[in-house]
């Protein structure tokens, strides 16, 4: 499965920015869509999960009441990020997982990345 992530950009603090992670073939039910960030210097972040076939959701304590994850359709992921904050910058990366985790290394595929900038 190859995943392909969009909807980066450069918005001020209190805005709003939906990412958007299309799969190149139908995400399974027992599938896990994860968000991770990585600003630079730091180590990758996880953000947030969706078990696909439940819509069972986990969010990190840094972004939840503020991001949310859902389905749009059998093959696009999204992340819906409202009232960002300066801190929000980084690339942001979607993958799949078999498992709901949110250790990076159990995630098998990964997508390319979309930069998101938060200016004060």
């Known amino acids: 499965v190859q995943l392909q992530a969009s909807g980066g950009g450069s918005v001020q603090a209190g805005g709003s920015l939906r990412l958007s992670c299309v799969a190149s073939?139908?995400?399974?039910?027992?599938?896990?869509m994860g968000w991770f960030r990585q600003a630079p210097g730091k180590e990758r972040e996880f953000v947030g999960n969706?078990?696909?076939?439940?819509?069972?959701t986990y969010y990190a304590d840094s972004v939840k009441g503020r991001f949310t994850i859902s389905r749009d359709g059998a093959m696009n992921a999204v992340l819906q990020m409202n009232n960002l904050k300066p801190e929000d910058t980084a690339v942001y990366y979607c993958?799949?997982?078999?498992?709901?985790?949110?250790?990076?290394?159990?995630?098998?595929?990964w997508g390319q990345g979309t930069l998101v900038t938060v200016s004060s």
């Open positions: 993958a799949r997982a078999l498992e709901f985790t949110t250790v990076p290394s159990q995630y098998i595929n």
């Open positions: 073939s139908r995400i399974f039910s027992s599938a896990v």
């Open positions: 969706i078990r696909w076939g439940t819509q069972r």
